[in-house]
């Protein structure tokens, strides 16, 4: 079975800043795909970024970029230059190829204080 | 195009009734998973359809239940409410090949259905 672990319920930082969110996973299997989603109070789950397992490549989108270590089974997420707007619970979910059942953390609350 | 539309947004029902929660996916889209979000148990997968079949199912008990449409909508339903299925439930769509396409399990989510149990 397949787990997802975040080990910081709680993150802040001063807005401008860069944060590191933790998540580790744990599955045998070889051909998966991590995400960070953010869900805002308004509750809507949003994409943030998507990560194959078989890429050595760490993805980046725009402001915000991931640190994959597959040996280590490690995928933080950063943010840089944080925004107000970014205040949210994130997860770290994992799926493993062809299939449709996402496995999340128990998230990490966001603040940015201004 | 539009995103994953969910209705109702809200519903309050008393223990022992049944309820139905409706989603539709991004267009195109033929994969339509359920989830249940908690404060207690966080994110759980409950199923996934796809092309009218259901594929994967989570540890649920038989009173949870869907369906999906030839047009990849889907419906969910719970019966015999009890007041631990209060919660959101949130409905994702992805375009899922079939086995060994690759690329497009990514899941879009719609906005969720919160359903309070009284």
């Known amino acids: 079975a397949q787990t997802v672990t975040q080990s910081q319920p709680e993150m802040s930082v001063q807005e401008a800043e860069t944060v590191t969110l933790s998540c580790t996973y744990d599955?045998?299997?070889?051909?998966?795909?991590l995400f960070w989603y953010k869900q805002p109070p308004s509750r809507q789950m949003i994409l943030v970024i998507r990560?194959?397992?078989?890429?050595?490549q760490n993805a980046t989108e725009n402001r915000f970029s991931v640190n994959f270590q597959k040996a280590a089974k490690s995928f933080s997420l950063k943010i840089s230059d944080s925004q107000l707007g970014d205040a949210a619970m994130y997860f770290c979910a994992f799926l493993i190829q062809g299939a449709q059942k996402l496995v999340f953390g128990q998230g990490t609350r966001l603040t940015i204080n201004p | 195009k539009a995103g994953v539309t969910q209705t109702p947004r809200y519903l309050i029902k008393t223990r022992g009734q049944q309820v139905t929660l409706s989603c539709s996916p991004i267009?195109?889209?033929?994969?339509v998973s359920w989830y249940q979000q908690t404060p207690g148990q966080g994110l759980q997968f409950l199923f996934e359809?796809?092309?009218?079949?259901?594929?994967n199912k989570g540890n649920f008990p038989g009173r949870f239940s869907g369906r999906q449409f030839s047009n990849s909508r889907s419906e969910m339903n719970v019966s015999t409410l009890e007041l631990g299925d209060s919660a959101l439930y949130l409905c994702?769509?992805?375009?899922?090949?079939?086995?060994?396409?690759?690329?497009?399990?990514?899941?879009?989510f719609g906005p969720g259905t919160r359903l309070t149990v009284l």
């Open positions: 599955t045998s299997e070889s051909d998966y795909y």
């Open positions: 990560q194959e397992a078989y890429k050595q």
């Open positions: 359809y796809f092309s009218e079949t259901q594929r």
């Open positions: 267009s195109g889209h033929r994969s």
């Open positions: 994702a769509s992805s375009l899922a090949f079939l086995a060994g396409g690759r690329g497009t399990d990514t899941q879009y």
